[in-house]
């Protein structure tokens, strides 16, 4: 009898064992075909690895696709077996490598501001979708057509679920399609600062023609706000002269050299407006500067921008150095700057030299200052080694940025 009740109670204990190692090792949010869910319903979930999502027809759900790996989805709870996908279409999916989310990513709705292709992206009987980083996002048993917001070299960006993501060209055509009637902008301004100061301060003064006081500076912000003109991102702007965007009224602002621009980050970081530091890197340390998240830094050389090294203007040393010198400052400068491919000549001056050297370093846009045929925009197909940039100096008023902004179209 004492052997039956030890034996009795060994199994319990195993069976009491084993239910509880269950609870332990099966996640909150795993479930399987038959099983009542409903109560690990967890709105917000990730995907631990590619799973398959079903469409409901006539009763049934039908294998209508995948979604791959760490993809965040929002669900609404259906019934023992599937769950709604709120975030698209008419999709279910089961709770099957999933993990619950405390905290969805917002991702950047940058491109919003773009405008439209007149095109759509099509697809026929699979639609792919991927992120920018080529990793597949959703795989679907139909055809899409979408309006293109990028035209990349082998991908169309367009939105879906509100994010930007991407369609390989392979995989799809483009068809003509009324999206908008806004055009794409006839040009972009790029605009060129050096130093800041307070002039209600006693004890920050600034003498020079390119010295901008905070209130100039401040009155300039309110005209880009108040006429809604578009402040960009550098990478924005090469993607405007290669064709892949197209840009409503913009301008990139840049501020040349470092050291005297406190004032202009922190103004441009409360306005919410980005900006461009070309930065002297043998002058000022890169990691310690003083930057925001709308605040790039990019190369002005290492330390090319000092006078009387060449013939000719101000002397900058880009135009004559020799090659080997030229190349290890240039790439002591991008290394510095996290690989940029940015770049201003020290006092604007560069010749045929330059410029193949910059290509040699790995630079794929250079900015000099204002030229001399009037036209100091940047527009589509405009050469990457010679932007143009209108030169704000002390006396540049609110009448000469309006006719400057005024050529564009």
């Known amino acids: 009898m004492s052997k039956k009740r030890t034996l ?40 631990r690895n590619e799973i398959k999502i079903y469409s409901l027809k006539d009763n049934n ?19 023992n077996k599937f769950f709604k996908i709120k975030d ?43 992120d920018e980083n080529d990793n597949m996002i959703y795989t679907f048993k139909k055809g899409y057509s979408l309006p293109l917001i990028i035209k990349d070299e082998d991908k169309y960006g367009v939105e879906f679920n509100n994010r930007l993501l991407y369609i390989k060209k392979e995989d799809s055509a483009l068809v003509e399609h009324h999206n908008t009637d806004l055009n794409n902008s006839s040009g972009v301004g790029v605009l060129n600062y050096h130093a800041f ?16 006081p905070k209130s100039q500076f401040i009155e300039q912000l309110n005209f880009f706000r108040d006429n809604n003109i578009l402040t960009l991102k550098m990478k924005e702007l ?39 530091i070309f930065l002297i890197t043998a002058w000022f340390d890169e990691e310690s500067y003083y930057k ?8 002005h050389t290492h330390n090319m921008h000092n006078t009387g090294e060449c013939p000719g203007g101000q002397g900058g040393a880009i135009k004559c150095w020799p090659k080997e010198k030229i190349q290890e400052d240039l790439r002591q400068s991008r290394e510095e700057l996290n690989g940029s491919t940015y770049i201003a000549y020290p006092f604007y001056e560069y010749n045929d030299y330059s410029i193949e050297n910059l290509k040699e370093a790995g630079f794929t846009m250079a900015f000099i200052g204002d030229t001399v045929n009037g036209d100091d925009l940047v527009h589509v197909g405009s050469n990457k080694y010679l932007l143009h940039r209108f030169v704000i100096v002390t006396s540049t008023t609110i009448n000469n940025l309006k006719d400057y902004f005024d050529q564009i179209k």
Request: negative net charge; aromatic residues 12%.
């Open 8 to 47: 009795i109670l060994n199994i319990l204990l195993i069976v009491i064992l084993f239910i509880i190692s269950l609870a332990i090792i099966i996640p909150k949010t795993y479930a399987y075909s038959g099983t009542n869910i409903s109560y690990i319903y967890s709105e917000n979930v990730i995907t």
């Open 88 to 130: 698209f279409d008419d999709y279910y999916i089961r709770y099957n490598d999933l993990e619950e989310l405390s905290n969805r990513t917002i991702y950047d709705d940058r491109y919003k501001e773009y405008i439209l292709f007149n095109y759509n992206v099509e697809t026929d009987n699979i639609t792919i979708l991927y």
């Open 197 to 212: 100061y307070d002039e209600n301060d006693p004890n920050d003064s600034c003498p020079t023609v390119i010295c901008h």
């Open 238 to 276: 090469e993607d405007y002269i290669d064709g892949k965007i197209n840009l409503p009224k913009s301008v990139l602002i840049t501020i040349d050299d470092g050291g005297r621009d406190k004032i202009a980050v922190d103004l441009l970081t409360e306005y919410k407006m980005y900006a461009t």
């Open 292 to 299: 925001t998240d709308y605040i790039e830094l990019h190369s």
């Open 61 to 79: 759900y039908i294998e209508s696709g995948s979604i791959g790996k760490n993809v965040e989805l929002s669900l609404e709870n259906i019934d």
